[in-house]
């Protein structure tokens, strides 16, 4: 078996979303494919209208197949502080014409008002791996999970765009989708996340390459690269107008300026994926100011490297969950 869906950033490449079909009769919702959580959570009728603005909302009780798994809760909080929280159903739910007839729906009782104030996000599809999901008494298993024992191929591949439309694509590798070769790295799944080793990176076109082993994760579900301090440093001193903002949190430039260069990151057997300059300007720190927050940022918060979407995008990713690791293509 296999399936395919596109999926659409919103402005700025925030976040990509794409849509999933849950229930019967079905009912479509815009989801978040998240590889830095595990749960696969949607905005509900069980929620407080106070904590909706905008978003489709999943009944359980117009859906003939699903089953309320009695005595279950969830909570669930990320990187960003956003969280929410509450009851789990069983229902099938189907994503690009691949079908899991009992996967565990998170319908929510309660969002932060982060969630609410993005009405285009109706939950997010974790994929990473089930052992952090956050279901109680017993974690539940991931769509990918649950799917995988039926695929073609044990993978899923992320095709993230600058601006426009991508796909991922379950139990299959499109050969069409990426140039020159795939590089495979092995993958730590001890914490649930897709957790990788990065031999090093180059700033710009005619840098040295910086054998630096980089520890971190792939997540579709972050929206910028979260490096190393000193990667960061490496990279900022080469823009003329680049400074740490405290009062931005974080690198800022002046957005006209022309000297942001590509950002090289090592994927293993000497390949390199190129991210382009153009990526690393996130958007502007102010609406009318004259300087650009950067893509990339330290990652001294978080304790580990996160390669977010500014990376992703770059690249065409295959998440190899039967072999444990993950494929880097430039496309
Ligand atoms: N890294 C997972 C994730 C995805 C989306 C969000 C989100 C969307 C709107 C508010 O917060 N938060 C965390």
Redesign the pocket.
């Known amino acids: 078996d296999r399936g395919s869906v596109q999926n659409t950033p919103k402005s700025y490449d925030v976040?990509y979303l794409m849509p999933v079909s849950i229930g019967t009769p079905s009912q479509q919702l815009n989801l978040?494919l998240?590889t830095?959580?595990s749960d696969l959570w949607v905005f509900s009728t069980l929620l407080k209208e106070s904590m909706v603005n905008g978003q489709t909302l999943y009944d359980p009780n117009a859906s003939t197949t699903a089953d309320k798994m009695e005595g279950y809760t969830w909570k669930i909080t990320?990187?960003?502080q956003?969280y929410s929280s509450g009851d789990v159903y069983i229902d099938t739910v189907t994503i690009g014409d691949l079908t899991v007839s009992t996967q565990a729906v998170e319908a929510a009782k309660e969002v932060?008002e982060?969630?609410t104030?993005?009405s285009d996000?109706d939950g997010?599809v974790g994929l990473g791996f089930g052992i952090i999901n956050t279901a109680k008494p017993y974690k539940q298993k991931t769509f990918f999970e649950k799917a995988m024992p039926g695929l073609d191929s044990p993978v899923f591949t992320a095709d993230l765009k600058a601006g426009a439309p991508g796909r991922y694509n379950f139990g299959y590798i499109d050969d069409g989708a990426y140039s020159g070769n795939i590089t495979y790295v092995p993958v730590n799944s001890t914490d649930g996340f897709w957790r990788w080793v990065s031999p090093g990176f180059q700033v710009g076109s005619t840098g040295s390459f910086n054998s630096t082993r980089i520890h971190g994760i792939a997540?579709t579900?972050?929206t910028l690269l979260l490096l190393p301090d000193g990667v960061c440093e490496a990279f900022y001193s080469q823009i003329a107008s680049a400074e740490y903002e405290p009062s931005q949190g974080g690198y800022t430039f002046e957005c006209d300026d022309s000297t942001i260069p590509d950002f090289y990151f090592g994927t293993g057997n000497g390949q390199m994926i190129r991210i382009p300059g153009s990526y690393l300007s996130y958007s502007k720190t102010d609406t009318g100011s004259s300087r650009c927050f950067g893509g990339m940022q330290s990652d001294s918060g978080v304790g580990f490297t996160i390669w977010g979407d500014i990376a992703l995008k770059a690249a065409f990713v295959v998440f190899d969950q039967g072999n444990e690791q993950l494929g880097w293509a430039e496309k």
């Open positions: 976040e978040d998240d830095g959580s990320y990187g960003d956003s932060s982060e969630f104030a993005d996000n997010l997540d579900g972050t």
